[in-house]
């Protein structure tokens, strides 16, 4: 395995070693993380569906992501291996899609947040309603409990009567599956009336300590009361009414909150010519203004399922500059109903198309690490395909789910086959992209004929990478760096040890001005192997909408059997080349996001931002940090001592 960088080093320790201890402070090493998310996850799959493990081919996939040639999903890298990962088998999944209609839905919803999916939902109105009458007495009992304690897990209710005063009473147990049927409860409210609604959270245990399951921090039952507030505001305005489709947005949108990481994304669909697509459209716009900053938590995109004329087409993008530059999306449902028959909704980075109570696991592969070796390439996607399609054959039977779930995933089998680092092989030819995407192809339909198992309905994909492009380093997903030179501040909660680690080896260290609980580390990054613009001393790139939508239509042509993730950055000035393009190819599109472009010569002052995540720097800049950095002594959070001095450890690592 080459050298790794600094940032994929800690990044890597920041998100997907586990910890061995309850403190946190001693992890996985790389080799423990990988050994339990490939061989002993996927011996336990591979047994699971019935067949014998070979264990040769899972030593090849443990090289391959231990080399970090390829990955297999972030959340299995997490927790694969783990008997939580079998258990509650939904964990493995990036992506998700339901309709947001009725209480079991919502209630599914919440619990894959809770579980760190990814999911998409359309919420239509005509099931849920508010409260009967509106409840003037409302209290929420807030828990005194330390973080070692361990309350009763199901959910205790006591409905309203005339013995109690009309007082209904939703006592919340300690674990995930009693908040996400405590969310049942409340939307489904008593048809009696009611005096007075408590929210009783005292059996819960406090902030402060690592969830055995999950592996995460407990945040305790404050987010859970912060939602459950405002959910209850919606229910108790709309008492006596329907709740209509921004109220269901709103509520999915307060879930999210609960769970508020990149783990718990959502994506909302409306289709275009609803009676609410515009108040839809326009949910986000000064969000921050109006007291709807939940509404960040999902991307908002309408469906087209038919052609739109080019000044529709122009209207879209004219309100989305309105709006900031980058919602509401636009989805081609047409095109994505050629591509997949069943075709409801997509994931939040929008790469999968996916039916009503539909799944996906994804996994990657570093593309411009095969330079020199075209064939290990192709085994390794047919390698990494195999790998994929065993994540279906689970059971996701799990006591919370909807039965319908499971039963999707059987006759679907949708596989994510990914891959990075694009723009670092330019060398690729149509031909050999058809080729790697045969492989893929060819790896997930014979793990399913040597299992007796149907073959997946869709397997091919592009997703963002931006993680998981940072531990391999290279290039992220499809999209051209902003320049080749990059000081990348990458953010860390601010009790993580890494952090001491870092500045004391010389890394700029700040507080995160948008987090009062995190940290942002810089971290200098170059991209060779990209092609670059010079403009005065910086090497950046000025691509068009075009050319990147251009390069969006050759990999969704050529290898995206469900669709290619790709966030466009354009400019008003650009209006008439992007409309003419989208009139053009309308029928390769099925749908991409967009970004108000910054110009990468200005630094976050010149923009008025309190920092920008990539900043593009001059040659000298960088070269003159990086060489200022120490070689930082990883082996201390695995209770171990390395050092390694190579070529990459003071962090200045080139992204290969």
Known sequence: MGAVSARAEAITRRTYNRPLDESGNTLETWEQTVARATCTHHRRLWEGAGGTPNEEELLELQQL??????????????????????????????CTYTRAQTVYQFVDAFWLLLNGCGVGFR????????????????????????PDHHGPEDNEEILPSGENGYHWSIKIGD??????????KLINPPRSAVEKLTIDLSNLRGPGKRLKGYGWICNGGQPLETAYRSIFDILNAKSGDLLDEIDLLDVVNHLGTVLSSRRAAQIALMDYGHPRWEQFALAKKDYWMLNNEHRQQSNNSLVFWHKPSKAKIRGMMEMIWASGGSEPGF????????RAPWFDGMNPCAEILLSSNGFCNLVTTAISKFWNNFSAALRALYVMGRANYRQTCVD???GILSPEWHQTNEALRLCGMSMTGISQAPWLTDYQIKRLRDAAITGTYSMADELGLPRPKLVTCLKPEGTGSKIMDVTEGIHKPLGKYIFNWVGFASRDPIIDMLQSAGYRVIDHPDDPNGTLICFPVAYPGCRFEVDGDKEINRESAVEQLNRYRRWNTLWADHNTSITVSWDISELDEIV??????WDDYVAVSWMMRNDPTKTAKDLGHKYLPQEVVTESAYREYADKLSIVDWGKLHGIHEVDAGECASGACPVK
């Open 396 to 398: 996701l039977n799990d």
């Open 331 to 338: 989805v081609n449902g047409e095109a994505a109903r050629r």
């Open 580 to 585: 003419d393009w989208l009139d053009r190819y």
């Open 175 to 184: 674990s995930a599956q009693g908040w996400a049927k405590s969310l049942g």
């Open 65 to 94: 992501v231990l080399d970090r040639k390829a990955l297999v999903a972030g959340r299995t890298l997490w927790l694969g291996g783990t008997d939580y990962s079998m258990s509650r088998a939904c964990s493995q999944f990036n």
């Open 123 to 146: 919420p239509q109105a005509g099931t849920l309603h508010g409260f009967l009458k509106p409840i003037k007495d409302f209290e929420v009992i807030q828990s005194t409990q330390g």
